[in-house]
């Protein structure tokens, strides 16, 4: 496939039937992710994307299909030489042990251990604290933070692992607006910076505007994939996720904006 040629983490049809099961849960899903570009992977609940996440990152072995990173089987690679490739953020992310965030930001530099660019761990963990926004949050326990709090510190832990490939699974999912934000518009300029990037959105108008490409799971099967406005068309949103919308020019940027449909007599007007 064309399309994927300088992928340089790549998933080509790949399926998956879990354990002791009989249904695919991904059936011949396709997913390159390039250098320079924030990729986002949209899709109803239950449509395989975690899975296919866990596919890319190597969590997840498929029953059929492979996954190239640089080229060579994944299935090759050494835990260790991952770690220092590609940072993953799962959707879920429990510490239930009472770690501070300093700590659990720290362990994002194991990879690093006993090679010259652990001279950068302060720094790294610094700047991750800084751009997600949590300084004054080092010293708590991550068992007594907000939600929000610790899907911001799980980032850190993500981002101080420096890698130029990241996978984020819904990292925005917990967060207020600003943060929500701030978290994709450090996904745009990490990938600016040369990473790339994957990431997990519900939030399709969030896909719009920060996203370069976008992959559309429906029911294991990707079923668009390619510039956000050509694949988040009104009529494929209302097919994949049963939601009549409306998808229509913000007046300032021009980019799509998409709305559940509401009739003006569903809600009398309060004013
Ligand atoms: P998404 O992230 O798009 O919401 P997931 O990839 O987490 O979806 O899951 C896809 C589907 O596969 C869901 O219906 C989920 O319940 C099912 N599933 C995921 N993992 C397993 C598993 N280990 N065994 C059986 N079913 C699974
Ligand atoms: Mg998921």
Do not use: C
């Not at 949103?237 to 003006?264: K, L």
Request: net charge negative; charged share 25%; hydrophobic share 50%.
């Amino acid at each position: 496939m064309s399309g994927l040629r300088d992928a340089v983490l790549e998933a080509r049809d790949v399926t998956v039937v879990p354990d002791g099961g009989r249904r695919e849960i991904l059936s011949g899903a396709s997913l390159g992710i390039r250098a320079g570009e924030v990729h986002a992977l949209v899709g109803p609940n239950g449509a395989g994307k975690s899975t296919l996440f866990g596919v890319i990152a190597g969590d997840v072995v498929p029953s059929a299909g492979s996954v190239h990173l640089d080229g060579v089987l994944l299935a090759e690679f050494r835990p260790r030489d991952l770690a220092r490739r590609r940072a993953v953020l799962l959707q879920q992310n429990a510490v239930s042990f009472p770690f501070t965030v300093a700590q659990v930001v720290a362990m994002g530099r194991a990879p690093w251990a006993r090679t010259p660019l652990a001279d950068d761990d302060e720094a790294a963990i610094a700047a991750a604290l800084e751009d997600t926004d949590i300084v004054d949050l080092a010293d708590r326990t991550v068992p007594s933070l907000s939600g929000g709090e610790r899907a911001r510190a799980a980032l850190a832990r993500v981002l101080a692992q420096r890698t130029d490939i990241l996978l984020l699974d819904e990292p925005t999912a917990a967060l207020d607006l600003r943060h929500q934000e701030d978290v994709l518009a450090l996904a745009v300029r990490r990938a600016r910076e040369g990473a790339a990037v994957a990431v997990v959105l519900h939030d399709l108008n969030s896909a719009m505007a920060h996203a370069d490409r976008v992959t559309l799971l429906s029911r294991g099967r990707v079923v668009a994939a390619g510039i956000p406005a050509e694949v988040l068309t009104a009529e494929r949103i209302e097919e994949v996720y049963g939601q009549a919308v409306d998808v229509f020019p913000h007046p300032a940027t021009g980019v799509p904006v998409v709305t559940p449909r509401r009739r003006a007599s569903d809600r009398p007007a309060p004013w």
